[in-house]
């Protein structure tokens, strides 16, 4: 998460003391959080300490990992293809005259052979 997101530092403490290590995945999480991982991507701190879910834990990671393919912003370092990238928004806007032109080629592509509607 530091090399992702330069402005959250995660000081990394090796203990073996289980609440600070449970306390390390938990800042990890909240990082992860507000980089934009949504909620329903997020693992539980107990999936990772006590290897209760681990796939979880590697959904999380794939999440992470589309969204800093996608960001672009430079920070993430590995291999592109590694992931997929999110979908982004292409609006597009029609006028009702390209609309209605659409409209009449599916009638005309679907409507069996001698029931084309007449136009108008």
Known sequence: MNS???NTAIKIKNTAM??????????FL???ENYGI??????????LFEGKDLAAVQRT???LGCLAVTKEDGNYKGDPSWFH????????DF??????GGK?????????????????
């Open 4 to 6: 992702l997101n330069g």
């Open 18 to 27: 289980a609440f600070k290590q449970m306390e390390q995945i938990s800042l």
């Open 30 to 32: 909240r990082a992860a």
């Open 38 to 47: 949504t909620k329903t991507d997020m693992f539980q701190t107990v999936d």
């Open 61 to 63: 990671l794939m999440a």
């Open 85 to 92: 990238r999110k979908a982004q928004e292409n609006r597009r």
């Open 95 to 100: 006028s009702d005259e390209q609309l209605q």
């Open 104 to 120: 009449m080629s599916l009638v005309f592509k679907w409507a069996p052979t001698g029931a084309l509607p007449r136009p108008g």
